[in-house]
């Protein structure tokens, strides 16, 4: 049982503070331990390994980004939905000083590590779950645009071709650390799937 003081939401919110920052590898339980005010052993007692807990601290993220994300695709013209998923995104891979980038493009970049030191499959799984739920939900924006007037093309492909230049800023954003240069490919990408004359 944990111990009455154990705030299992704030304990998310730090550890996930700390992978978004480090990355999984260069995070420590006893990184988090210290800045949630715990023993490290508290953290093994609930969690059972730090994968486990980036695991759920991750899947917290992604619940509270996809809520983020459904309100900005929910109003306004389908180039206003879409200006206002490239902001969401823009802004979350700024945020932080210095800008913390992109959390599922750091923890991608993981993948694949010497044994005992990465993420392993589950946390693919969860990447991978997240970027389907982002390309969905970009999908059915599209085709209720589709449906009002507003897009002619594929919604299924175009949502992918979204999705993807997503993950291509990501690494832009590390590369060049420059917002505006960013805003401006977005606002290329929408003017490539809706035309420069689309709502």
């Not at 486990?52 to 809520?67: G, H, K, Q, T």
């Not at 645009?145 to 832009?172: C, K, S, Y």
Request: charged content about 25%; proline content about 3%; some cysteine.
């Amino acid at each position: 049982m944990r111990p009455r003081e154990f705030d299992h939401d704030d304990v998310l919110r730090i550890a996930f503070d700390q992978f978004w920052r480090n990355g999984v590898r260069g995070t420590s339980l006893s990184d988090i331990a210290r800045d949630a005010g715990l023993q490290r052993g508290s953290l093994y007692n609930a969690f059972g390994s730090k994968e486990a807990l980036f695991l759920e601290a991750y899947e917290r993220y992604a619940a509270d980004y996809l809520l983020a994300l459904q309100k900005a695709l929910g109003a306004g013209s389908l180039r206003k939905r879409l200006t206002a998923f490239f902001d969401l995104t823009i802004m979350n891979f700024r945020s932080g000083t210095p800008p913390r980038g992109c959390p599922t493009t750091r923890g991608l970049m993981e993948l694949g590590a010497a044994e005992g030191e990465g993420l392993d499959e589950d946390a693919r799984k969860a990447f991978a779950g997240l970027m389907a739920r982002i390309t969905a939900l970009v999908r059915d924006t599209l085709s209720a645009g589709a449906a009002r007037g507003e897009f002619g093309g594929d919604p299924a492909a175009a949502a992918l071709h979204i999705v993807t230049m997503t993950r291509g800023l990501a690494v832009l954003e590390r590369a060049f650390d420059d917002e505006p240069q960013l805003r401006k490919i977005a606002a290329h990408t929408i003017d490539l799937v809706l035309g420069k004359s689309g709502r």
